[in-house]
């Protein structure tokens, strides 16, 4: 597996180890508690894999277009920066359904894994460039996607051991 998604797959094992029901639905009023964070992780695991699955499937190169200037600086401060901006609403097709925990955090490790075999495929495929379009992020590479599920994974990891009570170990 990838170093950045390797890192990310030992974030989210790490916060998640032995909770129970109840930590599992832990949240403050109106927030995500720790199995709808894990359940929107896997789908957002899930959906990036599948996208380029389809795209690896048609045999051609996927279609990109050139990056606008906001995607660049949001890219950017994301990407490079590791910089994850709140308040944004999440897409409908990575929102929770409902799963609990154990169920969330299993298929969200397993999309994570299925999207480290696409994106490497992707690369190998089409080489370093654009492998496929981000909804907010436009063009990315792979390295960049990989960079990019760390970040927005490690934001909720956090917001996950915060509601958990639990400190990263050091």
Known sequence: MDAWLERLRQE????????????????PQ?????????????????TTAKMLEVSLASGGPPDIRPAKL???LLRGLIVTLGVFPTGAKAPAMVMPTGQDGPAALKRAL???ERMDVALATAEQR??????????????MKAEEWRKFHYVHG?????????????????
């Open 12 to 27: 989210i094992a790490g916060a998640t180890t032995g909770l129970d029901d109840a930590a599992w639905r832990r949240a």
């Open 30 to 46: 109106g927030r995500w508690n720790s199995a709808q964070i894990v359940e929107h992780l896997g789908r957002s695991y899930g």
């Open 70 to 72: 906001q995607e660049k």
């Open 110 to 112: 397993e999309n994570l």
């Open 126 to 139: 089409w080489g370093t460039g654009a492998v496929a379009m981000h909804f907010r992020l436009g063009p």
């Open 154 to 170: 490690c934001n909720h990891v956090k917001q996950m051991r915060k509601r958990l009570g639990r400190a990263k170990p050091q």
